[in-house]
């Protein structure tokens, strides 16, 4: 069985520009749950998406917003890029509210 | 929210000694507690988990403990070898709801042959 899939792997964009991450969760994990991990430091919450609900969003400004689709896939959308925004963008799907499932995910620089 | 603390922040052994990793949580109704093994270039994988009527668990080599009074948990990884290299990282759920994590700051563990 597949694992959780992100794409891009690797995105370089500049300063001010948006992106859109992607994500599709092990068949069957109707929640999935975004994080951002900053080189050294672990992963930090940023979303949860249970049935195309919002389940719970972390400390994050209101540039980054996400979706989930009925078939479970989601996206992260972060508009007017930062430096900061640079990261590994890590996708996480779970059948329950435990045992999370990470993608390898996205890594993102912001020139 | 939860507040998670892990120590060391790097940990150096030779091959088949013992591995500690402990990590501190702040909110008493957290229930849930995974350790994760983040290998370069890949997301964290589960590799044990303990929920909070259970003291201990083993897997091979590896095993949870909990103290849920002193609000801690530790990962132990015996007779280690060159693959166990990685970052490890704790983790407590929000709410009791691991999909709403907060994780440590991760220990790089460093296997000597």
């Known amino acids: 069985d597949a694992g959780v899939t992100q794409s891009p792997t690797h995105l370089i964009k500049t300063r001010g520009q948006h992106v859109t991450l992607r994500c599709s969760p092990i068949s069957g994990h109707k929640s999935v749950s975004w994080y951002q991990q900053v080189l050294g430091q672990g992963p930090q919450f940023i979303f949860q998406y249970y049935e195309k609900e919002e389940r719970g969003r972390g400390n994050f400004p209101d540039r980054f917003s996400a979706r989930q689709f009925p078939n479970y896939s989601s996206e992260l959308n972060v508009n007017a890029l930062l430096l900061g925004d640079s990261a590994l963008y890590l996708c996480a799907s779970s059948l329950v509210s435990e045992k999370l499932f990470f993608g390898s995910g996205t890594q993102l620089s912001v020139l | 929210g939860e507040n998670v603390e892990q120590h060391p922040s790097t940990l150096s052994v030779q091959e088949g000694d013992s591995a500690v990793i402990k990590c501190t949580y702040s909110?008493?109704?957290?229930?849930?507690f995974p350790w994760y093994k983040q290998e370069l270039g890949k997301g964290p994988q589960l590799i044990i988990d303990?929920?909070?009527?259970?003291g201990e668990k083993k897997d091979q080599r590896i095993a949870v403990t909990l103290n849920k009074t002193a609000k801690h948990f530790s990962l132990h990884i015996t007779e280690t070898q060159p693959e166990d290299s990685a970052v490890y990282f704790c983790?407590?759920?929000?709410?009791?709801?691991?999909?709403?994590?907060?994780f440590g700051d991760g220990t790089t563990l460093t296997v000597k042959p």
């Open positions: 909110d008493s109704a957290s229930n849930y």
């Open positions: 303990i929920r909070s009527n259970v």
């Open positions: 983790a407590a759920p929000y709410n009791t709801n691991a999909g709403k994590s907060t």
